[in-house]
Nanobody, 118 residues
Framework: VQLQASGGGLVPAGGSLRLSCVAS????????MAWYRQAPGKQRELVADITRGGSTNYADSVKGRFTISRDNAKNTMVLQMNSLKPEDTAVYYC?????????????WGQGTLVTVSS
Protein backbone atom coordinates (compact mmCIF):
# COMPACT_ATOMS: atom_id res chain seq x y z
CA VAL A 1 0.00 0.00 0.00
CA GLN A 2 1.44 3.34 -1.04
CA LEU A 3 0.35 6.58 0.61
CA GLN A 4 0.72 10.00 -0.96
CA ALA A 5 0.18 13.02 1.27
CA SER A 6 -0.19 16.54 -0.05
CA GLY A 7 -1.42 19.98 0.89
CA GLY A 8 1.24 21.26 3.23
CA GLY A 9 2.68 24.72 3.00
CA LEU A 10 3.34 28.02 4.72
CA VAL A 11 0.37 29.79 6.29
CA PRO A 12 0.03 32.65 8.78
CA ALA A 13 -1.38 32.04 12.23
CA GLY A 14 -5.14 31.86 12.09
CA GLY A 15 -5.12 30.50 8.57
CA SER A 16 -6.28 27.20 7.15
CA LEU A 17 -4.81 24.29 5.23
CA ARG A 18 -6.28 21.11 3.83
CA LEU A 19 -4.16 17.99 3.81
CA SER A 20 -5.01 15.05 1.60
CA CYS A 21 -3.83 11.46 1.58
CA VAL A 22 -4.43 8.94 -1.16
CA ALA A 23 -3.80 5.23 -0.74
CA SER A 24 -3.00 3.09 -3.74
CA UNK A 25 -1.92 -0.43 -4.50
CA UNK A 26 -3.50 -3.80 -5.11
CA UNK A 27 -5.68 -6.12 -3.06
CA UNK A 28 -5.96 -4.19 0.18
CA UNK A 29 -8.69 -3.04 2.53
CA UNK A 30 -8.18 -0.10 4.85
CA UNK A 31 -9.44 -0.33 8.41
CA UNK A 32 -8.35 2.82 10.26
CA MET A 33 -6.74 5.98 8.91
CA ALA A 34 -4.85 8.61 10.83
CA TRP A 35 -2.75 11.75 10.69
CA TYR A 36 0.35 12.07 12.81
CA ARG A 37 2.77 14.95 13.08
CA GLN A 38 6.32 15.45 14.19
CA ALA A 39 7.67 18.84 15.15
CA PRO A 40 11.42 19.54 15.22
CA GLY A 41 12.99 17.95 18.26
CA LYS A 42 9.79 16.24 19.32
CA GLN A 43 8.32 12.78 19.07
CA ARG A 44 5.74 11.89 16.49
CA GLU A 45 2.23 12.33 17.88
CA LEU A 46 -1.26 11.37 16.83
CA VAL A 47 -3.29 14.29 15.51
CA ALA A 48 -6.53 12.53 14.54
CA ASP A 49 -7.81 9.18 13.42
CA ILE A 50 -10.94 7.81 11.82
CA THR A 51 -12.38 4.32 11.61
CA ARG A 52 -13.88 2.79 8.51
CA GLY A 53 -17.29 3.55 9.95
CA GLY A 54 -16.45 7.22 10.43
CA SER A 55 -15.80 7.41 14.17
CA THR A 56 -13.19 10.05 14.89
CA ASN A 57 -10.67 10.83 17.59
CA TYR A 58 -8.62 14.00 18.03
CA ALA A 59 -5.68 15.13 20.06
CA ASP A 60 -6.79 17.65 22.67
CA SER A 61 -4.56 20.28 21.10
CA VAL A 62 -6.50 20.25 17.81
CA LYS A 63 -10.06 19.60 18.95
CA GLY A 64 -12.47 22.14 17.53
CA ARG A 65 -9.94 23.31 14.93
CA PHE A 66 -9.15 20.22 12.82
CA THR A 67 -11.55 17.88 11.08
CA ILE A 68 -10.65 14.47 9.70
CA SER A 69 -12.71 12.75 7.03
CA ARG A 70 -12.35 9.87 4.59
CA ASP A 71 -13.84 8.46 1.44
CA ASN A 72 -13.79 4.67 1.62
CA ALA A 73 -14.60 4.21 -2.05
CA LYS A 74 -11.65 6.34 -3.13
CA ASN A 75 -9.25 5.33 -0.33
CA THR A 76 -8.66 8.96 0.52
CA MET A 77 -8.44 10.94 3.73
CA VAL A 78 -8.54 14.67 4.39
CA LEU A 79 -7.48 16.76 7.34
CA GLN A 80 -9.05 20.20 7.35
CA MET A 81 -7.01 22.46 9.60
CA ASN A 82 -8.46 25.79 10.68
CA SER A 83 -7.32 28.45 13.13
CA LEU A 84 -3.75 27.26 12.75
CA LYS A 85 -1.22 28.15 15.41
CA PRO A 86 2.58 28.31 15.25
CA GLU A 87 2.70 25.23 17.47
CA ASP A 88 0.97 23.28 14.69
CA THR A 89 4.18 23.57 12.67
CA ALA A 90 5.36 20.04 11.91
CA VAL A 91 5.73 17.39 9.27
CA TYR A 92 2.36 15.69 8.93
CA TYR A 93 2.19 12.01 8.07
CA CYS A 94 -0.74 9.95 6.94
CA UNK A 95 -0.99 6.43 8.24
CA UNK A 96 -3.38 3.58 7.53
CA UNK A 97 -3.98 0.19 9.03
CA UNK A 98 -4.82 -2.09 6.15
CA UNK A 99 -5.44 -5.75 5.42
CA UNK A 100 -3.27 -7.14 2.69
CA UNK A 101 -1.69 -10.51 2.04
CA UNK A 102 -3.50 -12.15 4.96
CA UNK A 103 -2.50 -9.65 7.63
CA UNK A 104 -3.23 -6.24 9.05
CA UNK A 105 -0.32 -3.84 9.18
CA UNK A 106 0.43 -0.14 9.33
CA UNK A 107 1.55 1.83 6.32
CA TRP A 108 3.01 5.36 6.31
CA GLY A 109 3.16 8.18 3.81
CA GLN A 110 6.19 10.35 3.21
CA GLY A 111 5.01 13.39 5.12
CA THR A 112 4.06 16.92 4.16
CA LEU A 113 5.46 20.01 5.88
CA VAL A 114 3.12 22.50 7.51
CA THR A 115 4.64 25.77 8.66
CA VAL A 116 2.56 28.31 10.57
CA SER A 117 4.10 31.73 10.93
CA SER A 118 3.39 33.96 13.91
Amino acid sequence: VQLQASGGGLVPAGGSLRLSCVASGTSFSIRAMAWYRQAPGKQRELVADITRGGSTNYADSVKGRFTISRDNAKNTMVLQMNSLKPEDTAVYYCQVNAFREMEFRDYWGQGTLVTVSS
